[in-house]
């Protein structure tokens, strides 16, 4: 078994920390948000996982996007997200912070800073490295649905 453990050099392979002053914002960026890569493969050698931060600033909506093929967790740090998503944005939820927001790959979506006086910061965490941001030119629903996942989570309702 010894002989099947290949020896690391684990000073270099292993564990690297990205200053919050260093984040890279040579990424594909959406009208109203600005945002920044951390853990990326140049920067750290992730080959599964992208992240980084978004920041949108108060009372402001981002454009219309989906990421593709990838899957999206956004964390709330401070502020309050109000999303809109699906085909016309048609639906609606909001997120504080401690929360998380999961977006499937290809949901067309939009986040929005519900507060007038504060800057949205999140955490942004992606599945791939590709740095995939397709913008849209899609028409908004007047009266969005608001979905309230403490009413309607069947996924986390008991039987």
């Given at each position: 078994?010894?002989?099947?453990?290949k020896?690391?050099?684990?000073?270099?392979?292993?564990?690297?920390?990205?200053?919050?002053?260093?984040?890279?914002?040579?990424?594909?960026?959406?009208?109203?948000?600005?945002?920044?890569?951390a853990?990326?493969?140049?920067?750290?050698?992730?080959?599964?996982?992208?992240?980084?931060?978004?920041?949108?600033?108060?009372?402001?909506?981002?454009?219309?996007?989906?990421?593709?093929?990838?899957?999206?967790?956004?964390?709330?740090?401070?502020?309050?997200?109000?999303?809109r998503?699906?085909?016309?944005?048609?639906?609606?939820?909001?997120?504080?912070?401690?929360?998380?927001?999961?977006?499937?790959?290809?949901?067309?979506?939009?986040?929005?800073?519900?507060?007038?006086?504060?800057?949205?910061?999140?955490?942004?965490?992606?599945?791939?490295?590709?740095?995939?941001?397709?913008?849209?030119?899609?028409?908004?629903?007047?009266?969005?649905?608001?979905?309230?996942?403490?009413?309607?989570?069947?996924?986390?309702?008991?039987?």
């Open positions: 078994m010894a002989e099947e453990r020896a690391r050099d684990w000073r270099n392979e292993g564990i690297r920390i990205v200053r919050g002053n260093n984040l890279d914002l040579n990424t594909p960026q959406t009208l109203g948000m600005t945002r920044a890569a853990i990326t493969h140049t920067a750290t050698g992730a080959e599964r996982l992208w992240a980084g931060t978004v920041k949108v600033e108060p009372d402001v909506k981002t454009g219309a996007h989906h990421h593709g093929e990838l899957e999206s967790i956004i964390y709330v740090l401070r502020g309050r997200a109000r999303m998503w699906g085909d016309r944005l048609e639906y609606t939820a909001e997120a504080g912070p401690g929360d998380f927001i999961f977006v499937p790959p290809y949901v067309p979506h939009q986040e929005i800073n519900a507060l007038p006086n504060e800057t949205l910061e999140c955490v942004l965490v992606r599945s791939g490295q590709e740095p995939i941001v397709v913008n849209l030119d899609i028409p908004a629903a007047d009266d969005p649905e608001t979905i309230d996942w403490e009413e309607s989570d069947s996924f986390h309702q008991q039987p």
